[in-house]
């Protein structure tokens, strides 16, 4: 679509899921800060995050246009079915918690974000009160913070991290928990280790 110099551009309100993307012949004309135009919620680099009102500048156009090299992904369904394997950490909460997180309803919390999806719903009850040297975390971890309430963690998780992995998300269910809607209902279903 072509939007001439100086135009609005409304692309309205999500319609379905919280997530939508919208690409600019020649991208975004910021500076690059170590190597990417985009912000890091969790470190602060890149430019501020965008807000209502915001203007932002354009770089030049290519003379060609540009591919997608990714197909769009549907909305979150009206309950979101998250697949995990549990581990490695499922052992540091009792047996009814790990039971209560594979067997109860959450909802989408409206604090969540690209860097996890919180969850509302029951505590989980740890069986070890110590706490862990931070570890590496993957894209889908589990992670369950002193409030006992789990978090997926999604594309801009940290690397690292110091609460206990209860389970890992399937990633083909990641799509799906990245556009959950606050208050969508969310259900863990433990699947074996392939």
């Known amino acids: 679509m072509r939007v001439p110099a100086g135009?609005?551009?409304?692309?309205?309100?999500?319609?379905?899921?919280?997530?939508?993307?919208?690409?600019?012949?020649?991208?975004?004309?910021?500076?690059?800060?170590?190597?990417?135009?985009?912000?890091?919620?969790?470190?602060?680099?890149?430019?501020a995050p965008l807000t209502n009102g915001s203007i932002l500048p354009l770089g030049s156009p290519m003379h060609r246009h540009a591919c997608v090299d990714v197909a769009p992904?549907?909305?979150?369904?009206?309950?979101?079915?998250?697949?995990?394997?549990?581990?490695?950490?499922?052992?540091?909460?009792?047996?009814?918690?790990?039971?209560?997180?594979?067997?109860?309803?959450?909802r989408v919390s409206s604090a969540s974000n690209r860097i996890g999806l919180r969850t509302d719903g029951p505590a989980l009850e740890?069986?070890?009160?110590?706490?862990?040297?931070?570890?590496?975390?993957?894209?889908g971890a589990v992670q369950v913070p002193p409030d006992g309430r789990p978090v997926v963690f999604l594309a801009d998780h940290p690397t690292t991290g110091g609460y206990p992995v209860i389970a890992v998300v399937r990633p083909t269910d990641l799509p799906a928990a990245a556009q959950a809607v606050p208050g969508t209902p969310v259900r863990f279903v433990a699947v074996r280790r392939r």
């Open 73 to 106: 992904q549907p909305g979150a369904p009206a309950e979101l079915v998250l697949r995990v394997t549990l581990g490695p950490r499922d052992d540091w909460f009792t047996a009814e918690a790990v039971r209560v997180f594979t067997s109860r309803a959450y």
């Open 126 to 139: 740890r069986s070890l009160t110590g706490e862990l040297p931070s570890e590496g975390m993957v894209l």
């Open 7 to 47: 135009a609005l551009l409304d692309i309205g309100t999500a319609v379905s899921g919280v997530r939508s993307y919208v690409a600019f012949a020649g991208g975004v004309g910021v500076e690059p800060v170590l190597g990417s135009r985009s912000t890091d919620l969790l470190s602060g680099l890149g430019p």
